[in-house]
């Protein structure tokens, strides 16, 4: 075991992914789904069931024009899928006709022009500033991970920017294939599920901005005390030896495990 009898364990943030990497019944409780402008690549029914149990849903500006379109390309989707709370952004990217679709569902839009932010960061903010803040605490950010680098760390950034802007809520980013959120200095425990284990799915811990010392148990390749840092070790392609993962760190560290075997 990586804590010893001296850890307070009473300071072990927990973490169990499974809800959000499968969907289950009772994922919904305190969850905010926030739609970013990628293209949707989740299975239908995923989507549909993480969307409709989240107790606040958000476009972010393009995002709008991908809610549009999936409600549009299925069959249906138009009464099953719930409406987003909040449309959010810019709308440089949101199109005419889709902003009058979600005005005409009475949706609440809140312009957001400041650009010295993203729409991802500013939609946090907004989360914060209409109240729904006190009533979440885990936001889902659906993303691919894949397409403009740039928009990528970007996205990450927004993950350390969130621990200010909702300091009770996990932020969490969901692509077609991973889950990835930050594990900030101390001491995690995550409980990984059985499929993953079976299936040998990756795993990554990547150190962002600084460099990170960290110590593992429960990974085929564990740390003992190392140092990551960029033009050094970083921890890529690695996997599980169970369901019981530990990480220590001194660090934030961007934490990501694949979803599914395919590599998208």
Sequence with gaps: MLFSDDDDLSNVVTWSPGELIDASDDCGNGLAVVLLNRPILLHKEYFRSIWNSAKVRITVDGGTNRWVDFVKEHPGAEHDLKPP??????FDSCTDESLSYVTRLNCRIIKTPDQNATDFTKSLKALHSTGYGTEIDRVLALCESSGRLDQIM??????????????????????????????????????????LVNEHIWCAMVPIGARATCS??????????????????????????????QVRTDGAVLWSMGTTPKDM
Excluded: C
């Design 85 to 90: 709370e909040l449309v959010t952004g810019d």
């Design 154 to 195: 970007a996205n990450i950034n927004t993950l350390f920017l969130a621990r200010t802007i909702l300091p009770n809520a996990s932020v969490f980013l969901r692509s077609s294939n991973s889950l990835s959120w930050l594990l900030t200095p101390g001491n995690h425990a995550i409980k990984v599920p059985s499929r």
């Design 216 to 245: 593992t148990s429960g990974l085929r390749w564990n740390l003992d005390n190392r140092v990551m840092e960029f033009g050094s070790l970083v921890s890529t392609s690695n996997t599980y030896s169970g369901q019981d993962v």
